[in-house]
């Protein structure tokens, strides 16, 4: 046998294939980087942080014809001045019967009664949280205005915490997805295709070696994995400045685990289905419960405690805690042992079982 | 290069799906350095003989010799000496006539060079064009090319030339008649007379999973003539063929 450069190996020609077919299919390539990106961007403003809103507040004063200071009563005036004057809420006029309808309907949290002695009356629904602020914020405004001094001197910090955002929790949920989404689409729909095309009977009959036909799959998918990780990891970072607070060796190694993890389970789908259709419907049964069950976009704790064993038992549950753990927490991975239980366990299962089953023709 | 004996040596094939006795005690022996044709009508058990020669498919009996081995103990060693095109295969749309090659003869341990095997089928010039892009013939041309790339000793040919305009169809009579004038072995499928009779040293006619006439194609033309009136005498011996061919020409129509 002549020595022949790496390059002309099967391996390597079988990987080269990998990556050919998958970049010269635009959708692919849409579906895989530019996605996941997108669904960031319009669920991190979506979602964005902001202020809470500040609350409305009516006001209802005898004869509300009155609308120059001089003309009102002095106590009055002054209630009036100090609740005009505080920035932190809004203000509008009602008469009685207009502001009872107001309130009764939300349109504000409270209703200030103010008479020509400069006497106040509030009326809420101490159960609605907004209208309990408004409360505060509306006797603050008129007590200080009537000058009251605060006894204690307080000085404030105010932090904006990195992390604790909706985009910070969506991004190692959207990279999760796309984890699984890759790994399990990626692999499970070229080898059905193949096998649909009477390409994978062809191969047989030549003398290519079984496990570098399928080694050739795992290859090109942990190369793609190290572009799609720093696509959206990298966007994340410097669009959102989501933080990445662990070891990215841990996390490397989390993200390589996930990908064989979901590999194994896209060749066990792909090991026997015969058209594309019928591997495609086996792939969204798979995917589907995972979407909705394992955290991507809202915590998986939000689901009753009954199911949660089921739950922590599908591998992208395990992804995801395990990627939220590591980037927000700074977790080590040694602290993970049960997510990365389970997700080596799927592992193993996967490809033990696709072996097993998997049919070449 | 040549194995001494037969290149193919099956008794007493068989092959039954479920109630479907596909093949029904087959005995063939394909002489090494001849061209082996299998006729006969659709469900005959053609397909199912060749791709258990190919090794493709498990049979029910046990006699089966390939070049002197057999798949249950040098199955590697066949599967490099072996040379096949199967009926239905399609090949990646995506890759391009050379990339396909260069996989295909990663597979083998020695083979021919690609560029070489290119230039044979007369596909240079769609040598960086994707398969998705070529047409019938041209695609047929390459999956005889994926068969040659590693320089096999026998070649399978299922059905090869069906849906070919005659213009591919000759070019590949002469691709076939230039490996065979090499001293190497074919087995091919087909449900054209012509080309049987073109092609074939000597053909077996299966029917019901089994053989039912084997010989040259003069003698077997000879062993009916009595039965069969003579045609009317004609001024020359060409066919309808030949006359499609001497108006369009013979350069391959591809575009």
């Not at chain 1, 990780?229 to 607070?245: D, E, I, Y």
């Not at chain 2, 089966?64 to 295969?89: A, F, K, S």
């Amino acid at each position: 046998m002549s020595e022949r450069r790496f390059i002309e190996r099967s391996l390597a020609q079988l990987t080269l294939v990998r990556f050919r077919e998958f970049t010269r299919q635009p959708e692919a390539l849409f579906w895989t980087f530019v996605f996941p990106i997108l669904l960031a961007v319009g669920l991190g403003l979506a979602f964005r942080s902001k202020a809470p809103d500040k609350p409305k507040i009516g006001l209802v004063t005898p004869s509300p014809g009155i609308s120059s200071i001089p003309d009102i009563p002095k106590p009055l005036a002054t209630r009036m001045n100090s609740i005009r004057n505080d920035s932190s809420i809004i203000t509008s006029m009602f008469d009685d019967s207009t502001g009872a309808r107001a309130l009764r309907t939300g349109r504000v949290a409270l209703l200030v009664f103010l008479d020509h002695e400069g006497r106040v009356r509030y009326m809420y629904d101490p159960s609605r949280g907004e209208s309990f602020t408004a409360r505060l914020l509306i006797d603050r405004a008129i007590q200080n205005g009537a000058g009251r001094t605060d006894p204690v001197i307080v000085t404030e910090q105010k932090v904006t915490e990195k992390g604790s955002r909706y985009i910070d929790f969506v991004i190692p949920g959207l990279l999760g997805m796309n984890l699984m989404g890759s790994g399990i689409w990626g692999i499970g729909f070229a080898i059905v295709d193949s096998r649909s095309k009477r390409l994978l009977k062809r191969f047989m009959a030549t003398p290519m070696s079984r496990s570098e036909y399928l080694l050739s799959f795992l290859l090109s998918r942990l190369a793609f994995l190290i572009l799609e990780v720093m696509t959206l990891l990298g966007f994340g970072a410097l669009v959102f400045g989501v933080p990445l607070r662990g070891s990215f060796i841990q996390l490397a190694a989390i993200c390589l685990l996930s990908a064989l993890s979901f590999s194994a389970l896209g060749l066990l789908i792909a090991s026997r289905a015969k058209t594309v259709e019928g591997v495609s419907g086996l792939m969204n049964l798979v995917m589907m419960p995972m979407w909705i069950f394992s955290g991507v976009f809202f915590s998986s704790s939000n689901f009753p405690a009954i199911v949660q064993p089921v739950i922590k038992l599908l591998p992208l549950t395990s992804v995801n805690d395990a990627l939220r753990a590591n980037m927000l927490e700074g977790t080590q991975i040694t602290a993970l042992g049960t997510e990365m239980a389970v997700i080596v366990g799927w592992l193993v299962i996967g490809f033990v079982a696709a072996l097993k089953l998997f049919r070449w023709r | 290069m040549v194995t001494p004996g037969p290149a193919l040596a099956v008794k007493g094939l068989k092959k039954s799906y479920g109630d479907v006795r596909a093949v029904d005690g087959l005995d063939l022996e394909v002489n090494s350095g001849e061209c082996f044709g299998l006729l006969g009508p659709n469900g005959a058990g053609k397909t199912t003989t060749i791709e258990i020669c190919e090794g493709l498919l498990e049979r029910d009996s046990r006699d089966l010799e390939i070049l002197g081995m057999t798949w249950e103990r040098d199955g590697d060693q066949l599967r490099n000496r072996l040379g096949i095109q199967l009926q239905d295969t399609q090949l990646s749309e995506k890759l391009t006539v050379t990339e396909t090659l260069m996989l295909f003869r990663s597979f083998y341990n020695e083979g021919r060079e690609v560029k070489d095997v290119i230039r044979l089928v007369q596909l240079d010039e769609k040598a960086g064009a994707r398969v998705g892009t070529l047409s019938g013939g041209q695609k047929q041309r390459l999956a005889i090319a994926c068969a040659l790339v590693g320089d096999p000793e026998l070649l399978f040919l299922d059905e090869p030339t069906t849906g070919l305009d005659p213009q591919s169809r000759r070019q590949l009579w002469t691709l076939i008649e230039e490996f065979r004038s090499t001293g190497r072995t074919i087995l091919l499928t087909t449900h054209y007379m012509d080309e049987a009779e073109k092609l074939c040293d000597r053909v077996a006619i299966v029917d019901h999973g089994h053989i039912i006439a084997l010989g040259s194609p003069h003698e077997l033309i000879d062993s009916i003539g009595a039965s069969i009136p003579p045609p009317p005498p004609r001024a020359s011996s060409a066919t309808l063929e030949d006359v499609f061919v001497a108006l369009t020409g013979r350069t391959l129509r591809d575009e």
